[in-house]
């Protein structure tokens, strides 16, 4: 309180005026104005503003910093955003630095940079610029920051990543590395994989870095202008699509080349997909197309339509698709290729993704192979309220045929969630089991002696699936199976919702009512009565 006292004087050692200025105003009047000031000035108001408890006035501080980043003020703005621990304002400093390295490396603010700071920005793997740029600039600092540990700013270099003749003209004269620390560099360089070093590469999250804008390029493959021009509408049989031939030792593929070493763990592809069949294939990575790492394979499973791929994150510069397995000839056909990084979390599991969301739907490319309905996918849209007698599920006739689902790719399934046709008092029995190809079955559910109504809620241990066999066997009222919905994995959210109402949603008929049979489509194409007042089915082609 000594500023009660008469004449007393409280001198501020850590601001300048015009930023104690700025913040006076600001306490009586609500307002200031940012655009007007220096950088230097808007960056000691941001540190009064942490000072003395002001967050909204800190925030909006820093998303103005944000917006007029450069090469001269990203360091110094870098520096106070990580020492007030500002989330926002440290991500875009990172991100501005990522993009421009090189630039940051030998500006003047880079040997300004506290020491902490300083290693937080070279330690990333996205700070990609080339290692000797890196060892010069960090050389610059120590001699512009003479007190500090300069062996432990050394260490952030990765020398391995650089040439041996980088190693013995640049660095071994400079004198701040031993000559072990460099003859250990050359060992592991020789010693190592290419893909085993640990290398810098550009870190764009969520964007789609195989595109023209950032320089990517089929370099192999047949018609390579398709792959990568975005249009993932417009192919046919004739044309939209990049390819390869299928061969027995797998030296055909489909090639990328990025536009710079690039940070990715998420690829998607668009299998081409104008008919019902599949594809097999593996996915690898390289820095210098000689020493490849393989990040996806799919070689045993079958695939088709939009491929959603994970893998922990690698640097590379080149990718390569190589088909396995078409269900129709000898030729892997791609529609569109995308890479990037992704900052959405997500689980692996014997190198397939566990899904936390429904992966059977329309949107997820799952799609309805066998048994018959009057709308294809009705069993996978979603709709688990309007359904009756004549609509609204899937079927199929006991004691042959079943509802199959295939979904687009592999993942690692452990639980299944059904809607069994519920309109009346009728309960059924059957099994499930999964399948990778097609051709071996596993059975993770065997209901055929339980009575079953309604709602069903499968659980059995993870294991690869995309197959899913949904097999009837009992149906108190007639001969057919009916489905109304199909889930994998079961989700939470709506089992609670389900069992918060009445099972008997749906049922849009008087109980007394007596349905007519109609015909629904059935996968082959012909017309069949199936519906759940119906005994039989009959051939009926007249709505073809």
């Given at each position: 309180?000594?500023?009660?006292?008469?004449?007393?004087?409280?001198?501020?050692?850590?601001?300048?005026?015009?930023?104690?200025?700025?913040?006076?105003?600001?306490?009586?009047?609500?307002?200031?104005?940012?655009?007007?000031?220096?950088?230097?000035?808007?960056?000691?108001?941001?540190?009064?503003?942490?000072?003395?408890?002001?967050?909204?006035?800190?925030?909006?501080?820093?998303?103005?910093?944000?917006?007029?980043?450069?090469?001269?003020?990203?360091?110094?703005?870098?520096?106070?955003?990580?020492?007030?621990?500002?989330?926002?304002?440290?991500?875009?400093?990172?991100?501005?630095?990522?993009?421009?390295?090189?630039?940051?490396?030998?500006?003047?603010?880079?040997?300004?940079?506290?020491?902490?700071?300083?290693?937080?920005?070279?330690?990333?793997?996205?700070?990609?610029?080339?290692?000797?740029?890196?060892?010069?600039?960090?050389?610059?600092?120590?001699?512009?920051?003479?007190?500090?540990?300069?062996?432990?700013?050394?260490?952030?270099?990765?020398?391995?990543?650089?040439?041996?003749?980088?190693?013995?003209?640049?660095?071994?004269?400079?004198?701040?590395?031993?000559?072990?620390?460099?003859?250990?560099?050359?060992?592991?360089?020789?010693?190592?994989r290419d893909m085993d070093l640990n290398y810098r590469g550009m870190l764009i999250p969520e964007e789609n870095i195989a595109t023209m804008k950032y320089g990517a390029q089929v370099v192999k493959g047949e018609l390579k202008s398709a792959l990568l021009d975005g249009d993932t509408q417009n192919y046919d049989l004739d044309h939209g699509f990049s390819r390869h031939p299928i061969d027995d030792d797998c030296r055909s593929g489909i090639e990328i080349k990025l536009g710079q070493p690039s940070i990715i763990n998420h690829i998607r592809i668009l299998l081409w997909d104008r008919d019902s069949r599949s594809y097999s294939y593996f996915i690898e990575v390289s820095m210098?197309?000689?020493?490849?790492?393989?990040?996806?394979?799919?070689?045993?499973?079958?695939?088709?339509?939009?491929?959603?791929?994970?893998?922990?994150?690698?640097?590379?510069?080149?990718?390569?698709?190589?088909?396995?397995?078409?269900?129709?000839?000898?030729?892997?056909?791609?529609?569109?290729?995308?890479?990037?990084?992704?900052?959405?979390?997500?689980?692996?599991?014997?190198?397939?993704?566990?899904?936390?969301?429904?992966?059977?739907?329309?949107?997820?490319?799952?799609?309805?192979?066998?048994?018959?309905?009057?709308?294809?996918?009705?069993?996978?849209?979603?709709?688990?309220?309007?359904?009756?007698?004549?609509?609204?599920?899937?079927?199929?006739?006991?004691?042959?045929?079943?509802?199959?689902?295939?979904?687009?790719?592999?993942?690692?399934?452990?639980?299944?969630?059904?809607?069994?046709?519920?309109?009346?008092?009728?309960?059924?029995?059957?099994?499930?089991?999964?399948?990778?190809?097609?051709?071996?079955?596993?059975?993770?559910?065997?209901?055929?002696?339980?009575?079953?109504?309604?709602?069903?809620?499968?659980?059995?241990?993870?294991?690869?699936?995309?197959?899913?066999?949904?097999?009837?066997?009992?149906?108190?009222?007639?001969?057919?199976?009916?489905?109304?919905?199909?889930?994998?994995?079961?989700?939470?959210?709506?089992?609670?919702?389900?069992?918060?109402?009445?099972?008997?949603?749906?049922?849009?008929?008087?109980?007394?009512?007596?349905?007519?049979?109609?015909?629904?489509?059935?996968?082959?194409?012909?017309?069949?009565?199936?519906?759940?007042?119906?005994?039989?089915?009959?051939?009926?082609?007249?709505?073809?």
């Open positions: 309180m000594r500023e009660s006292q008469p004449e007393a004087e409280i001198p501020l050692q850590d601001t300048t005026a015009e930023a104690f200025t700025m913040l006076l105003k600001y306490i009586y009047t609500g307002r200031a104005t940012l655009t007007d000031e220096k950088e230097e000035v808007l960056l000691d108001f941001l540190s009064l503003a942490h000072k003395y408890g002001f967050p909204e006035l800190e925030d909006s501080t820093s998303e103005y910093l944000c917006t007029i980043l450069n090469i001269q003020n990203v360091c110094m703005t870098f520096d106070v955003a990580s020492l007030y621990s500002l989330p926002k304002l440290t991500s875009m400093c990172c991100m501005f630095m990522d993009r421009n390295a090189q630039e940051v490396l030998s500006s003047e603010g880079f040997l300004s940079l506290s020491k902490t700071a300083l290693l937080n920005i070279v330690l990333r793997d996205s700070f990609a610029a080339p290692e000797k740029d890196i060892f010069l600039a960090l050389l610059n600092w120590c001699k512009h920051n003479s007190k500090e540990n300069h062996a432990e700013i050394m260490q952030a270099v990765r020398l391995p990543l650089m040439s041996l003749t980088e190693l013995l003209n640049v660095v071994r004269p400079s004198g701040l590395l031993s000559p072990d620390a460099i003859l250990d560099a050359i060992k592991v360089r020789s010693e190592s210098d197309e000689l020493d490849w790492i393989r990040v996806i394979d799919h070689s045993q499973y079958l695939c088709r339509s939009w491929q959603k791929l994970y893998f922990p994150a690698r640097v590379c510069r080149y990718i390569r698709i190589v088909g396995t397995h078409n269900t129709v000839n000898k030729i892997f056909h791609i529609v569109a290729f995308e890479c990037m990084f992704t900052n959405k979390t997500f689980t692996l599991e014997k190198g397939l993704l566990v899904p936390m969301e429904n992966v059977a739907t329309i949107a997820d490319c799952a799609s309805v192979i066998e048994g018959v309905s009057r709308s294809r996918n009705a069993l996978l849209n979603g709709d688990t309220k309007n359904y009756d007698w004549d609509s609204g599920y899937t079927c199929h006739q006991l004691g042959s045929g079943a509802i199959v689902v295939q979904l687009a790719q592999p993942y690692m399934i452990g639980s299944i969630r059904l809607l069994l046709w519920d309109c009346d008092d009728r309960s059924y029995s059957y099994y499930i089991e999964v399948s990778t190809n097609q051709q071996q079955w596993t059975m993770v559910a065997d209901r055929t002696k339980v009575t079953c109504k309604s709602w069903q809620s499968v659980t059995f241990e993870r294991r690869p699936a995309s197959f899913i066999r949904i097999v009837g066997t009992h149906n108190t009222a007639n001969e057919v199976f009916h489905c109304v919905h199909f889930e994998c994995p079961e989700q939470q959210s709506n089992q609670k919702e389900e069992n918060s109402e009445q099972s008997g949603t749906g049922d849009t008929s008087p109980a007394s009512q007596q349905p007519d049979p109609h015909a629904l489509q059935a996968p082959s194409g012909n017309s069949l009565h199936s519906s759940p007042g119906s005994n039989s089915y009959s051939a009926n082609r007249q709505h073809q």
